[in-house]
């Protein structure tokens, strides 16, 4: 089984985050890059069906050179070879574009992304790549297992779970789940050295339109300051959620 997993390129969930240029632009100063966290998920189980069935994992990214530590990583956690398609990701469509070429020459039969990276929270690549290639397509996935063609998956919906079966070739769009937060896997100093030989391919990328451009971001409003009121003075209490508030 051949295994593609899409690997998203964000910014720590810790960093600071400002805009410039009339707050038009992501501020990238002093900025942690790291693996999209909904990625890694799909990336662990990739990891799991290379070791459990013999599967072969690449990993792909559309981005530039900045990209490539993050696809390091990806090899040194145990990905047998990356893919960088040297394109800014500029949206949505441009990005599944790339990734759909990527995928229709390599033959996989399983792609992982995850259901949203967590920098623009789009939400709509791997819906997007199915729909360009034709392929089966299950979001939010929370579980998956390979027999064969035939897969089994859990994914999360509206007030419950749905357990599905489908077959080969499949996209997925992954989240907490696929593995446990503890089987996460933190590169060791033989994974690193190992993925300084490993394979990284530079592709350029195919004619794509970009049909969308960030105008314009704004940060949330900061909090007000908290207020406390004595436990014994509901009336106050109550005041305060009624023409303050507004919530009663």
């Known amino acids: 089984m051949k295994i593609l997993v899409c690997i998203s390129h964000v910014p720590d969930t810790t960093s600071k985050i400002n805009f410039i240029n009339g707050d038009s632009e992501f501020d990238t100063n002093g900025v942690q890059y790291v693996i999209n966290p909904n ?113 089994k998956a859990i994914r999360e919906i509206d007030g419950g779970k749905e357990t599905v079966s489908t077959t080969l070739p499949l996209i997925i769009g992954g989240q907490k789940g696929l593995v446990e937060e503890k089987d996460l896997r933190i590169p060791n100093m033989r994974g690193i050295m190992t993925a300084r030989s490993k394979t990284l391919t530079v592709l350029e990328p195919i004619d794509a339109s970009v049909n969308t451009k960030a105008m314009k971001f704004e940060k949330p409003a900061p909090r007000s300051a908290v207020k406390l009121i004595d436990a014994d003075n509901l009336d106050e209490l109550i005041n305060l959620l009624h023409n303050e508030a507004k919530v009663i």
């Open 39 to 151: 990625d890694e998920f799909g990336l662990t189980r990739a990891i799991w069906f290379q070791e459990k069935q013999g599967a072969t994992v690449t990993v792909v990214n559309v981005g530039g050179p900045e990209t490539e530590p993050t696809l390091r990583k990806a090899l040194a956690i145990g990905a047998n070879e990356a893919i960088r398609v040297n394109a800014d990701p500029a949206d949505g469509f441009f990005v599944a574009k790339q990734l759909a070429e990527v995928i229709k020459n390599g033959a996989y039969d399983l792609i992982i992304a995850g259901k949203e990276s967590l920098d623009y929270n789009g939400g709509m690549v791997p819906g997007m790549i199915a729909g360009i290639l034709g392929y089966n397509f299950l979001n939010s996935c929370t579980e998956l297992t390979v027999d064969g063609v035939t897969v």
